[in-house]
């Protein structure tokens, strides 16, 4: 028998109205698996997060979870677990997990940085427990639903979009409490050997309608950030205070264009509740602070009120910004605000649909940089690999980054083709070699040789020596040995690149550090690593700084030698 059989023939069974006799077989098996139809539908949604270090946790698992079980006919016949783990925890552990739960139905929420894993997982499961239904949702496979149906026969449902309505719905089909299959909106699934897929569901206008993923409510647990921070990190909460963008970046894909708000009241009382849980930080998920000033106001004079130690982490997008918000965020309790600049290639810029206001740019960011009060860190974000984008042109853009804007910290992206996104649909035109089937990571373009990629990403390795030396080893040794060769910023970062592409030993090295010590855990004044992790990567990195540190003392003697030489002819 196929694996997937039994679970094809579930699905035949509601493609039939509610109340049909049910195809041969699903009655005798409904019955051994809920004898008496006493047991509830055991569901575990399973969210594989970048870190489980910083203690990221799925906010759309939580927000179908609250949506379902707030339908009082579904709330009485199943049961929904939560689990949240890490890039780097291993299959085996989540394999073991999950079918030692034992449960009925499993849903996977999956992004280009997951999906390999989630298909290795969801083959393994599905080996091991046939008759066990696998359903996965979110942008890596809402595009292309029945693509993915058809290469994974491992999976037996696609949600597509936005998940709230269309989970809900398909619970009850499943409970023969609701429509069949064909009526729900927002699907894909198997049916008697076909793969099936319905109009696409349009996105809820009226976000108020979906519970609170925090809050407790008689349908609900509230959110327990201690225990999901654990002993070792400080609890951290999620925040979105709006869905869609209205803007059209062609690298990033969004469900809707159309920005639609959550209430001041609703966003009021989460944070009122993190607060009374000891959030420490809040992520906030909104593309642009500046969409949603009100909100923004009342959120610092809310925070500033409680006399509260949450930090904010936020994005925003200067270009948009009005010269009244500098102040408003200066006043606020953010810790680092990321502002998108991603390139300052024309040619670029035009390929991913990006306008770049330069001159509001600038008089946003400086007056933000120089304001009196701030006391965050603006952090700016690059993109390697963009089409009509080369090495040269990164070149000008991390330096414009680093002695122009004097950026305090940069973080540089390889672009990832992101399935449904303007440049997943023009690959053959911008020329894309990517990796893998699922991580889209660019390797090449027509305008971004695969020499280029290379030699950009040593630079953006390099520049992270220079962050991590300052972080770990001397904070002044970006400031010393500037000062000492009398060199911009960025001019450092290419010697350092120049050595690790001379020193293959020490590149090695320090990728290893890299993939060891992940960005997302040196966060500066909020370091959130264990002891031994520092003491690790402070010796590390003196070994590293001391290394390039004699090879630049030699450069530097050598050019100062030729110099005097040249002179005194």
Known sequence: MNRNESWRTVLN????????????????????????????????????????????????????????????????????????????TPESTIIGELTDAKPDFVGFSTFFWNMEKVIAISQEIKNLMPTLCIVVGGPQVSYEPKQILEEYDSLDVVVKG??????????????????????????????????????????????????????????????????????????????ETYRGCPFRCAYCCWTSRATRFFSWDRVKREVEYMIGQGVRSIYVIDPDLALNRTVYQK???????????????????????????????????????????????????KAIQRPWRKEKFEKNYFELFNHPNRHFTMIVDLIVGLPGDNHDGFKQSLAYALDVLKAERVHIFP??????????????????????????????????????????????????????????????????????????????????????????????RFIHFAAKLDPLKADGARLELTPDLVTWAQAEMRDICRAFVSCFAADLMLSQIEHCTSGSE
């Open 415 to 508: 672009l990832t083709i992101l399935r449904g996104s303007a440049l997943d649909r023009r690959l053959s035109e911008f020329g894309f070699e990517v990796e893998g089937k699922h991580v889209g990571r660019v390797l090449r373009n027509t305008s971004y040789t695969k020499e280029d990629m290379d030699a950009s990403l040593i630079l953006a390795r390099a520049f992270l020596v220079t962050y991590w030396a300052e972080l770990f080893h001397r904070h002044d040794f970006v400031a010393q040995l500037t000062h000492v060769a009398n060199i911009s910023r960025f001019q450092l970062v290419e010697c350092v690149s120049r050595w690790l592409t001379e020193c293959p030993e020490y590149h090695e």
């Open 299 to 349: 959120l610092i004079t809310l925070l500033t009120e409680h006399n509260s130690q949450i930090r904010i982490d936020a994005f925003v997008n200067l270009d948009c910004m009005d010269g009244d918000q500098v102040d408003l965020y200066c006043k606020g309790p953010f810790h680092a605000l990321e502002i998108g600049l991603q390139t300052t290639n024309p040619d670029a810029l």
């Open 13 to 88: 069974c509601l493609c039939q109205p509610t109340g049909a006799t049910a195809l041969p077989g699903v009655d005798s098996r409904a019955e051994e698996r809920h004898p008496g139809l006493d047991r509830k539908m055991k569901i575990i949604l399973v969210g594989i997060n970048v870190s489980a270090d910083r203690k990221f946790y799925s906010l759309s698992l939580r927000y179908l979870r609250a949506f379902a079980l707030a339908d009082d006919q579904i709330r009485n016949r199943v049961t929904i677990v939560l689990k949240d783990y890490g890039l780097e």
């Open 162 to 239: 936005e998940g709230e309505e269309t989970f809900a719905e398909l619970l009850r089909s499943l409970l023969h409490i609701g429509p069949t299959a064909e009526a729900v909106l927002g699907l894909a699934y198997r049916f008697e050997g076909a793969i099936c897929e319905t109009d696409d569901r349009p996105p809820l206008r009226d976000l108020n309608l979906v519970p609170s993923p925090h809050l407790p409510s008689e349908c609900t647990p509230g959110m327990d950030f201690a225990t999901s921070a654990g002993p070792t990190f400080e609890p951290m909460g999620i925040l």
